[in-house]
């Protein structure tokens, strides 16, 4: 079973040097602190599952930033390789399963382990991940 999908998003941000806590983005003292730009994040993955037991997943990120003159800005990265994994194993049947490879992770509130999606850019971790899963609980191991 072949799996092909993507997501586009565009997002205006405007950002203003007001109030007792000013935007202090990457920019010298000194300087008006205040901008807005446009960003433009577009992912294409590609999946595959051959047997109930393997599957892969490839997905390449494009995030782009126009008008942000923020040096260097933390929303542009050109053409990525984003997220390349491999599941090994089937819930259904034994209840252990292998992930390896660059992934999505999320934990709780996503602060110390997240995908981070408000950026523009986001997170992925490379990552061997084991995963007990139950009828009633499931337990990661990474």
Not at 12 to 41: C, M, T, V
Not at 65 to 81: I, K
Request: net charge negative; hydrophobic share 35%.
């Amino acid at each position: 079973m072949w799996d092909l999908g993507g997501q586009v998003r565009l997002r205006y941000e405007d950002k203003e040097n007001a109030g007792l806590y000013p935007n202090r983005d990457f920019i010298s003292q000194g300087q008006d602190n205040s901008g807005d730009w446009l960003a433009l994040r577009t992912k294409v993955h590609l999946g595959y599952t051959p047997a109930s037991w393997v599957s892969l997943f490839v997905e390449g990120r494009d995030s782009r930033a126009w008008g942000d003159e923020r040096d260097p800005c933390p929303d542009d990265d050109s053409t990525d390789l984003h997220q390349a994994f491999v599941v090994l194993g089937d819930g259904k049947q034994l209840p252990l399963i292998l992930i390896v490879g660059p992934q999505e992770m999320t934990y709780g509130d996503e602060r110390y382990i997240g995908v981070s999606d408000w950026s523009n850019v986001g997170r992925v971790f490379d990552a061997v991940k084991v995963r007990f899963t139950n009828d009633v609980f499931w337990v990661d191991a990474f």
